[in-house]
């Protein structure tokens, strides 16, 4: 398993992102606008990157600041989940 050429592969499609490893789960942060991967091919394709380095499953981390809602805004802490976040299974 290989978080860093993961996280090389990812961004070679254009996701500009970090990749945390916990055991075959591969945690995406984006970095800058996390909805790159609204696009559902876009989506399609970061995931097929995901058995050539280790992971069964993908999960796209959004956190308050990465959705522009900062605590000065009323909206969550960095590294806080937000409530009705999107779900995509794809």
């Avoid at 800058?32 to 995931?47: F, H």
């Avoid at 805004?73 to 806080?80: L, T």
């Amino acid at each position: 398993m290989s978080a860093a050429t993961l996280e090389a592969g990812l961004r070679a499609l254009g996701i500009t992102c970090a990749v945390e490893a916990h055991e075959r789960l591969a945690v995406i942060i984006p970095v800058g606008d996390p909805t790159m991967l609204e696009d559902a091919r876009l989506r399609r394709a970061a995931i097929a990157l995901l058995p050539a380095h280790g992971f069964t499953h993908l999960a796209l981390e959004l956190t308050g600041s990465d959705l522009g809602l900062g605590e000065e805004a009323g909206g969550a802490s960095d590294r806080e989940a937000i409530d009705g976040a999107a779900l995509h299974r794809d």
